[in-house]
């Protein structure tokens, strides 16, 4: 009794922490509804997102919601031990890589969205080089990260939070992209990654390693590439016309 305890114990502590894996992207109805002020607002705002959790060294944690709704990709990154707030120096950002190729250079299907705590954000593109070039903000894109307050749904006291809104028309619809991210604590001077223990930083990209480090976000029932009505409707009586046909319906004796 006492081993299958212990085994249960294990498998519990294995399933808290996300270790890294890829990490899936859900549909949700619920999008729309998020107000993108950089945290988490109202009881509901983010609940029907993908959840995933990163502990990391000296009790530090982090938490990662996403979500697609539309042409948009949802992400929001609750840095939950970070309590120094130093405003327009904390940041994050998360980087998409189009075509998940995991090259060693940054070329131009490579995309990062900045956000910093009460400051503007900023949008980048590769160019082909180690370095990344700022492109404007795609319509429609938001990126905005401020102090959390009672309504955040894992810590009360306050920490940054970091909410990102991703057109699809940047970054393109795909089942998988390349996908990294990281959360920069100035106190601390440490960045929390993922993946973790990345190593490929250049004096011109100190948040963002090669491509060839990032991880894999990917869409579980291949949802994201949304199909619009029509393309549905047709699609589905393709396949009726398919099934009579085999089952002899149209077959004339």
Not at 86 to 113: E, H, M, P
Not at 142 to 167: A, C, L, M, Q, W
Not at 206 to 222: E, F, L, R
Not at 224 to 241: D, G, K, M, R, Y
Request: glycine residues 4%; hydrophobic residues 40%.
């Amino acid at each position: 009794m006492l081993e299958v305890l212990f085994l249960a114990l294990v498998l519990f502590a294995a399933m808290a922490d996300d270790s890294f894996e890829a990490i899936p992207i859900t549909y949700s109805g619920t999008m729309e509804d998020v107000h993108f002020d950089g945290k988490w607002s109202f009881e509901t705002e983010w609940k029907q997102s993908s959840l995933n959790t990163y502990n990391y060294p000296d009790e530090h944690q982090a938490v990662l919601r996403t979500a697609h709704q539309g042409d948009f990709v949802y992400m929001f990154i609750d840095m939950l031990t970070d309590f120094t707030l130093d405003k327009g120096k904390d940041k994050a950002v998360v980087c998409f890589d189009s075509n998940n190729d995991k090259t060693q250079f940054l070329d131009r299907d490579d995309y990062c969205i900045v956000a910093i705590l009460d400051s503007n954000s900023t949008v980048f593109q590769g160019d082909l080089e180690q370095i990344f070039v700022e492109i404007s903000r795609p319509e429609g894109l938001e990126s905005i990260s401020t102090v959390s307050d009672e309504n955040d749904r894992y810590s009360s006291i306050p920490h940054p939070g970091y909410e990102f809104k991703i057109p699809t028309s940047l970054i393109g619809r795909s089942n998988e992209y390349g996908f990294y991210f990281a959360v920069y604590d100035e106190n601390s001077q440490k960045l929390f990654t993922y993946p973790p223990n990345v190593t490929e930083f250049t004096p011109q990209n100190p948040m963002v390693p090669v491509p060839a480090q990032w991880g894999t976000i990917y869409s579980p029932d291949k949802s994201l590439p949304e199909f619009h009505l029509p393309f549905l409707a047709l699609l589905a009586s393709v396949s009726v016309i398919i099934l009579l046909s085999r089952t002899g319906l149209f077959n004339h004796t």
